[in-house]
């Protein structure tokens, strides 16, 4: 099995949201269309229209992508956390505040 299969495996049985599967989208750059929509709609079982933009809109709320869904460096680094894109702009943001511990804390409980 190629290394590029494991991947997809990987992602196809994990339980991700969308809008975590389309920052990886734009962290290994598919090339697969000209927009964040137009990767989804060439999958086998793509999502609704309105989930897409949701996802979008969410990324761009938290700026992992800029309004022409351009990477930013918030998005490189968000991409790299194991986690919900809001919980890890909330732990970013407790580093940056130098308050990780009760972020943890408070990251843990929300995320379980």
Same mark, same amino acid.
């Given at each position: 099995m190629r290394i590029c *299969? #494991?991947?997809r495996?990987? %992602?196809a049985n994990s339980n991700i949201s969308l809008s975590d599967l389309a920052l990886r989208i734009k962290i290994l #750059? /598919?090339?697969l269309g000209s927009s964040i929509e137009d990767v989804f709609n060439r999958s086998l079982d793509?999502?609704?229209?309105?989930?897409?933009?949701r996802a979008i809109?969410? $990324?761009?709320?938290?700026?992992?992508?800029t309004s022409s869904e351009?990477?930013?460096?918030?998005g490189r680094l968000l991409s790299k956390l194991?986690? *919900?894109?809001? @919980?890890? !702009?909330?732990?970013l943001l407790a /580093?940056?505040? !130098?308050? @990780? *511990?009760?972020? $943890?804390? %408070?990251?843990?409980?929300?995320?379980?």
């Open positions: *299969d #494991k991947a495996l990987s %992602i #750059k /598919v090339n793509p999502p609704s229209s309105i989930n897409v933009q809109s969410t $990324l761009v709320e938290v700026q992992a992508l351009e990477i930013t460096p918030m194991p986690t *919900d894109v809001h @919980l890890g !702009k909330f732990l /580093v940056l505040f !130098k308050c @990780l *511990d009760p972020a $943890l804390t %408070i990251a843990a409980t929300l995320n379980s």
